[in-house]
């Protein structure tokens, strides 16, 4: 579509951007997109980025990115749209598979081992999908909640967003994760009323969390501690998964229990970390960065810090199921080959480099929990092959 209106100047690109399509030029302003309202943001950034506009919306994207589809006034094809940008379940669901799995099986060998069963009592069907349905909706509620937390942010600095460009709301996603949190507290009330009390947790700690606990430039000021108390909600997540077996059995914790817990909050600052990395060219105002907090070298030195310490968190829980030497053997090389990204970040920081390390944090948190998930089944057969 052609802008009629008068036009400004777009004084980070020097290109003309139209003014409001309401009447008139806008006065000066920080960002070209700054305080307008969604849809007249959409308009504003397609005139600028040479995408278009039809008459039921938004067909192109900025960026060079397109959208799954068009966008629709019916509301689950937009939620599907917004999954695929912002929460793809396709990368998503294996994580939570095998964290999940990880939970329970570190949980009930580390029972066996201790005594309390004789054989691995595992949770039964109904349970196991009801858990892994529950920390895939709390990973999707805190994303929903970052939405809120930084509306105003991406309505300023990253318009081509799903939210400010106007594919949803915040209204529909705060809805929607309502509905889905409300199915989390029915699905338990019938099968393990028990962990209620962990969901509360998890659910105080994710809504302080966006409040960013009443101290937003202090907290904002501290980076490191901003991040560990955002972390804190990775082992509050997974805690929840080991307690659908020794909390519903009516156990006491078991000894893997601090292991694992640790493995998660590592795990979570390796993903946390390895997605801030950028070298100077890909930095965006408005958008932080740990490169840009702690430098180059200092960041993805912190993040090997925290593989490295998460690997170790992880041998401690495998300590205590009966797992032998082949575990720690396991995440020995995985970790050799996800630090191998950040160490050439740090030699000679690149794109590619920064995008390696992201992708090392994804596969090395998925190889960590696959090795805590069946890292006893292993053991116990390698024993049985030694034992023939």
Not at 71 to 88: C, D, G, I, M, N
Not at 368 to 384: I, M, N
Request: with cysteine.
């Amino acid at each position: 579509m052609l802008c009629r209106s008068a036009r400004r100047r777009d004084l980070d690109r020097g290109r003309p951007v139209c003014g409001s399509l309401r009447g008139g030029p806008r006065t000066a302003r920080s960002s070209p997109l700054e305080g307008c309202s969604p849809r007249e943001c959409v308009r504003e950034e397609c005139t600028l980025r040479g995408c278009t506009l039809g008459r039921s919306g938004f067909r192109g994207l900025p960026l060079g990115r397109q959208l799954p589809g068009p966008v629709t006034t019916s509301l689950p094809r937009r939620l599907w749209h917004y999954q695929a940008e912002r929460f793809s379940l396709a990368a998503y669901t294996p994580l939570v598979v095998a964290s999940v799995v990880a939970a329970v099986s570190v949980s009930v060998h580390a029972r066996r081992v201790r005594g309390d069963v004789p054989t691995p009592a595992w949770p039964v069907p109904a349970l196991w999908a009801l858990g892994g349905l529950t920390v895939l909706i709390f990973f999707l509620g805190l994303r929903i909640l970052d939405e809120h937390k930084d509306a105003h942010i991406d309505r300023q600095y990253r318009p081509e967003l799903p939210v400010p460009r106007g594919l949803v709301t915040l209204a529909e996603l705060r809805w929607a994760g309502l509905g889905l949190l409300a199915l989390v507290v029915i699905g338990h009330l019938l099968l393990a009323p028990v962990l209620l009390l962990a969901i509360l947790t998890v659910v105080v700690w994710a809504a302080l969390m966006t409040r960013e606990f009443f101290v937003p430039e202090w907290l904002n000021a501290r980076p490191a501690l901003y991040m560990v108390s955002h972390m804190v909600i990775m082992p509050l997540v997974l805690g929840y998964a080991t307690a659908l077996d020794w909390l519903v059995a009516g156990a006491s914790p078991p000894p893997s229990l601090p292991g694992f817990l640790l493995a998660a909050f590592l795990a979570g600052v390796v993903i946390e970390v390895g997605r801030k990395i950028r070298v100077p060219s890909e930095e965006r105002e408005g958008v932080g960065s740990y490169t840009r907090d702690w430098g180059l070298r200092r960041a993805p030195l912190v993040w090997l810090i925290a593989l490295a310490g998460s690997a170790g968190a992880g041998i401690w829980a495998l300590a205590h199921t009966g797992t032998g030497g082949w575990g720690a053997l396991a995440l020995g090389v995985a970790l050799l080959a996800a630090a191998l990204p950040a160490l050439a970040f740090i030699r000679s920081p690149s794109g590619r480099a920064r995008a390696g390390v992201e992708t090392a944090s994804g596969v090395w948190t998925l190889a960590l929990y696959l090795v805590l998930a069946t890292g006893p089944w292993v053991s116990g057969w390698l024993e049985t092959r030694g034992g023939a």
